[in-house]
Nanobody, 121 residues
């Protein structure tokens, strides 16, 4: 079984910074892309950032220039460095991983439980 666990959320003031971490563990053969999503109260889940196995990154327009996604393949970990935080960044942040549990299995998406980020004005 595969588990993804996020950490690093909390309460910060506008303009502050926070770094989220997500560790994947369990039966993992290889990980392709890893991503961060977020869901604000009353809103749909949105994609925040993606990093591929080749370290190509993609960001939502709302976070470009402020957030940075990175990964440590040796630790099966993905990070999200969040700077210049705004109240509208308040949401539960989820990590996901497109991975295979064995060489003979195809890529499938797995999700963490989420971590709360609250930005006060």
């Amino acid at each position: 079984q595969v588990q993804l666990v996020e950490s690093g959320g909390g309460l910060v003031q506008a303009g502050g910074s926070l770094r989220l971490s997500c560790v994947a563990s369990g039966n993992i053969f290889s990980i392709n892309a890893m991503a961060w999503y977020r869901r604000a109260p009353g809103k749909q889940r949105e994609l925040v950032a993606v990093v591929t196995s080749g370290n190509t990154t993609t960001y939502a327009d709302s976070v470009k220039g402020r957030f940075t996604i990175s990964r440590d393949n040796a630790k099966n970990t993905v990070y999200l460095q969040m700077n210049s935080l705004r109240p509208e960044d308040t949401a539960v942040y989820y990590c996901s991983a497109d991975l295979a549990r064995a060489a003979w299995e195809s890529w499938k998406d797995y999700w963490g439980q989420g971590t709360q980020v609250t930005v006060s004005s």
